[in-house]
């Protein structure tokens, strides 16, 4: 007998097999789309675990990070996709035998936060029994299903009502005096106002996107009025950047660096420079709280970071900038800046000339096996660094004594020995020339113990400038510039004390006009976090 023989000949059953393959089809579909998002996740968990016992090994590991999440959360969305195809499917079949149901396994979801308010909807009850219809029914308890929701940003306008009095004596008119605007003649609370800076100078939303979507949220907030709030703000502020400025300056090492940024002009945009200074004594175990400041300028003249360290003798860790240069002369006053060259620079030129993946890629003609086993070596030395960071000075330099020392012994002599060898036209040469006539910089680490082995600390911080500047292109004008350095200073000062920003500005903002010009130290964040956990504590 044929396999069509098989086949009933009924118009409905035949229907109802096609509907049941269907069914089955999409419950294998998922079953699918399931075990590929399970190792999916799984391989990410193993990834994310390597780093956290190995650290960062190389920027190969951090790509492959990123890539790992993007491929889950595709899956992730995939399969969903596929699990609401099959129950559709199977609800589809009236033979509910045939086809089971297919449920994904997913990972036991933690409870929300028990600050979230509590909406209970009451679901009504039976008003008589399901068995036997009588209606003498007795509450026996109850489930609840939570689901999570968002309600929408409210607006609301607060009135400051003033009464006015006579006096029936004199017939004078008492009233009291005008309430308190954080801004002369304005209408915004220091709530709105911190949001509207935070989103343009923390989440880079420019101006123009911000009066769209609070349009649409029925409040009309012109291009031209935000700008007027955030001028205003950042002048109110600026006591407080000039203080966060002395006190990084006040440290005895500094992590410098500088990124572009493109200025609107007249003709076409032209490039200025946003520079940053981060403290940061945290990796050898210094008490002082981490601070970063910021500076603008129209260029890259040497004579900015002159003007920035102006008063400054300390250590500064930064690139090979040639713009640094002068600070470090022996003759400068008050006197000469150390310079600390950052270990990752140099590894990221060998790591170039030796990315296997770009290789792969064919974006690279060939890897360098020298270059590759720079990067060994180099990120042998990396390995112990992040055992001792943030033990004390005194214990970090006694085990780079003992344990870096070799290593960077070793390395040097190979990198002279393999130097000699290649052309001066080699890209693996100026590599290592790269190194070799900085190498007092680059060594120094090994006599100071509050020196890091890099400057990631500043180029941290001019990430996420560099990640705005994708939303936002361009500064309008130097005085822009300006701006946004003050604002940065404050959102990344902030950041790097582990305070939510919009919170601190708002009540910043709430509290400066009224505070002693003689405490406004007590602002800052790292203060302000302190006051606030006390006040936590006392209630």
């Known amino acids: 007998m044929s396999a069509d023989d098989s086949l009933p000949d009924d118009v409905e059953t035949l229907k109802q097999l096609v509907r049941a393959g269907n069914a089955e089809l999409a419950q294998a579909r998922a079953a699918v789309s399931n075990s590929e998002t399970l190792i999916a996740h799984l391989r990410l968990t193993i990834e994310k675990m390597r780093r956290e016992i190995f650290g960062p090994r190389s920027e190969r590991k951090a790509r492959l990070l990123d890539q790992l999440e993007l491929a889950l959360e595709e899956l992730e969305a995939a399969a969903a996709e596929d699990d609401v195809a099959a129950e559709t499917a199977a609800a589809t079949t009236t033979d509910k035998t045939s086809v089971r149901g297919f449920t994904r396994r997913k990972p036991s979801r933690k409870p929300f936060p028990a600050h979230l308010p509590r909406e209970r909807v009451i679901v009504p009850g039976p008003t008589a029994c399901a068995c036997c219809g009588s209606t003498r029914l007795a509450k026996l308890g109850e489930d609840v299903t939570e689901t999570l ?10 009135q400051h009502v003033r009464e006015k009095f006579t006096c029936r004596a004199c017939e004078g008119i008492s009233q009291a005096p005008a309430p308190f605007h954080v801004l002369s003649r304005g209408f915004a609370g220091p709530s709105l106002l911190a949001m509207i800076v935070f989103e343009k100078y ?38 407080l950047y000039d203080l966060i400025r002395a006190h990084v300056f006040a440290g005895g090492r500094v992590h410098g660096d500088d990124t572009p940024v493109p200025v609107l002009a007249k003709v076409k945009t ?26 603008y300028s129209r260029d890259r003249s040497g004579d900015h970071p002159e003007c920035h360290l102006k008063g400054y003798a300390g250590i500064l860790q930064a690139d090979a900038y040639a713009g640094f240069n002068r600070l470090y002369a022996a003759d400068r ?78 390395l040097e002599s190979w990198m002279r020995t393999e130097r000699a060898k290649l052309s001066r036209h080699s890209e693996v040469a100026k590599a290592f020339d790269y190194m070799l006539k900085r ?101």
């Open 149 to 158: 929701e968002v309600v929408p940003r409210q607006w609301k306008v607060v």
């Open 202 to 239: 923390g989440q880079h939303q420019p101006l123009n996107r911000q009066s769209e979507r609070y349009a649409r949220e029925g409040v009309d907030l012109s291009l031209s009025t935000l700008a007027d709030q955030v001028g205003g703000c950042a002048a109110l502020l600026r006591p």
């Open 270 to 295: 032209r490039t200025g420079r946003l520079w940053t200074y981060v403290r940061d004594d945290r990796p050898f175990g210094g008490r002082d709280p981490p601070a970063a400041v910021f500076f």
């Open 333 to 410: 006053r008050p006197g000469p800046i150390m310079e600390a060259a950052c270990w990752s620079h140099s590894r990221r030129k060998f790591f170039v000339l030796a990315d296997v993946a770009a290789k792969a890629r064919g974006t690279l003609p060939v890897v360098a096996p020298l270059a590759f086993e720079a990067v060994k070596r180099i990120d042998a030395i990396f390995d112990i660094e992040r055992e001792i960071n943030g033990l004390r000075i005194a214990e970090r330099l006694a085990v780079r004594r003992t344990r870096i020392t070799p290593l960077v012994g070793d």
């Open 439 to 539: 190498w007092g910089a680059f060594t120094r680490f090994l006599d100071d113990g509050r020196i890091c082995l890099t400057n990631n600390a500043a180029e941290r911080e001019l990430r996420r400038v560099a990640l705005g500047r994708r939303s936002w292109l361009f500064a309008g004008s130097d005085r822009g510039g300006e701006r946004a350095a003050v604002m940065y200073t404050l959102i990344a000062t902030a950041r790097l004390n582990d305070i939510d920003p919009q919170a601190w500005l708002a009540d910043v903002l709430a509290r400066i006009n009224d505070h002693k010009i003689t405490d406004l130290a007590a602002l800052l964040p790292w203060r302000w976090a302190a006051e606030n956990e006390r006040r936590n504590l006392a209630a």
